[in-house]
């Protein structure tokens, strides 16, 4: 019996107000979430972010594939006056060409060097005139070859940049992730609010034909002389109080919807209810899982990684500021010219082409060291943060894994003290009834009654809540005793020595 009383007391609010609530819109905490995840400014410019940096990778990935490009030149016409230096004479020259261009270009992702095969295919009318003596030349002509472009003695940009650009991707992912659990967490505090709203309203309700009741017995005594007629009038004023105070929590409730309805991006105008079941089985949580499976996963630790690699990754360029490089370049073709398009490589000829050059520096004045010492302690500074991190992870897991032993004991507080209150003010109530009892000593103990039912599910919801806070700050959900993030995708702890 004393079970279905606790029970009813928990869904009183919902069957209330679903009574109430005809057109309204009924808003369940995960159907509140899908609003708010559609309708939030800050996870649509996450989201956006996210975007942005998944497409900046999907270009790199994509410039490491083969380029294809073609250029053509239809026509180019030219008539100019020269001077020829081996017999000092000058001379006109007439040109007429056609061409086109098609090259491979290959990058080389391990070496960071590039291949290409190019290929040119033309057609070319000179005429030059010189002292009256006119030469020209027709003929179909291509060049065909293939080249390797190699940086030496540094670092791999390529590899570099594709590398930054993942880990900026990451770190868009893991953005959004926090979002979400961020907005998890302060939508599911602003729906509880509403639902406390409710059923102070509801209670205050209750109190209200309670006390209502209590006004109609005592002026029935007091008209047939069984009572004082003062015990009216502060019958009056109790029940006019509870009629305010229902007024008050009406207002409140109001609040609490508008808050909760732009948070999550709704119209402020609709009206809505919304409806949950608090009960809730307390658990057994293991500390030491908590911990490991928060060390584990935990998204600010990788993004604090991230930042350590990051300026890793910045320290490269510092030290190729001044550094001692080669590049090489091997290229070897062949080439042909004819008349007859069918006989362009009738007499070929091979153009090899092959070169080494260094960079070699001598003295910057210290730039170099002073650069590097600087982001030395950038990375310092990143690992120091990364250890800070670490700590107050387990120290705030610690605080929640207590904060949930010492909810626990007061779940049973308050719903003791609920039973305690409900058997109190039934017992006054009959000796109210009797004439034993004044309606100002009643009403204490129906206030009492309304105050540890508040209480009752009040603790309920700190509970739920701290499950929550546990959740978001280990990332494992000890409700369902599973990881929120698969353990596929949890990168191991890096090393930040």
């Known amino acids: 019996m004393k079970k279905t009383i606790i029970i009813l007391s928990l869904i009183c609010p919902f069957l209330f107000f679903q009574i109430e609530s005809q057109g309204q819109t009924i808003l369940t905490l995960e159907k509140s979430m899908e609003i708010a995840v559609t309708n939030s400014p800050s996870i649509q410019s996450t989201l956006l972010n996210l975007e942005r940096a998944t497409e900046n990778l999907n270009a790199q990935r994509a410039a490491l594939k083969s380029k294809f490009a073609l250029s053509v030149n239809p026509i180019d016409y030219s008539n100019s006056r020269k001077f020829d230096s081996r017999t000092s004479q000058w001379f006109t020259n007439e040109v007429i060409n056609s061409s086109g261009t098609f090259r491979v270009d290959q990058p080389i992702l391990a070496t960071d060097g590039k291949l290409s095969l190019v290929n040119t295919f033309g057609w070319q009318s000179n005429t030059s005139d010189n002292q009256n003596v006119t030469t020209s030349n027709k003929a179909f002509l291509n ?56 059923m102070s309203l509801t209670i205050r309700d209750d109190e209200n034909v309670n006390t209502q009741k209590s006004y109609e017995i005592i002026k029935n005594k007091v008209d047939a002389g069984l009572a004082a007629k003062e015990q009216l009038f502060q019958a009056e004023v109790n029940l006019l109080t509870a009629q305010s105070s229902k007024a008050s929590a009406r207002v409140s409730l109001e609040s609490a919807k508008d808050q909760f309805k732009q948070y999550i991006g709704m119209d402020i105008f609709e009206d809505i209810s919304v409806m949950t079941d608090i009960a809730v089985t307390p658990i057994d949580v293991d500390g030491k899982k908590a911990l490991e499976h928060g ?57 090899p082409h092959y070169g080494i050059t260094f960079n070699i520096p001598i003295f910057d004045w210290g730039q170099r060291a002073a650069q590097i010492r600087a982001q030395d302690a950038v990375i310092n500074s990143q690992k120091l943060n990364y250890s800070n991190q670490n700590t107050q992870i387990q120290v705030d897991i610690r605080q929640v894994v ?57 603790s309920l919801i700190n509970y739920r809540l701290e499950l929550l806070n546990l959740k978001i700050q280990s990332l494992f959900d000890f409700t369902t005793n599973q990881p929120v993030i698969p353990e596929q995708y949890i990168k191991p702890k890096a090393k930040n020595n």
Do not use: C
Not at 443 to 458: D, E, G, I, T
């Open 295 to 351: 060390l584990a996963s935990r998204m600010e630790l990788r993004q604090r990684q991230i930042s350590i690699e990051t300026s890793q990754f910045d320290m490269l360029p510092i030290i190729a500021s001044n550094e001692f490089r080669g590049d090489m370049i091997l290229s070897m073709g062949v080439s042909g010219d004819n008349p007859n398009l069918g006989d362009i490589y009738a007499k070929p000829t091979k153009s």
């Open 402 to 458: 207590r904060n949930l032993s010492n909810l626990k004991a007061q779940i049973n507080i308050a719903l003791q003290n609920q039973k305690n209150s409900q058997l109190t003010y039934d017992i006054n109530l009959e000796r109210f009834k009797n004439g034993d009892l004044t309606s100002m000593d009643l009403n204490l103990f129906q206030v009492q009654l309304s105050n540890n039912k508040m209480a009752y599910a009040q």
């Open 143 to 198: 060049n065909l070859y293939l080249s390797l472009s190699q940086p030496l003695f540094t670092y791999n940009r390529t590899k570099t940049a594709v590398k930054t650009l993942e880990l900026n991707n990451e770190t868009a992912m893991l953005n959004y992730s926090m979002q979400r659990l961020s907005l998890e967490r302060m939508v599911s505090q602003l729906f509880y609010n509403v639902y406390m709203a409710q």
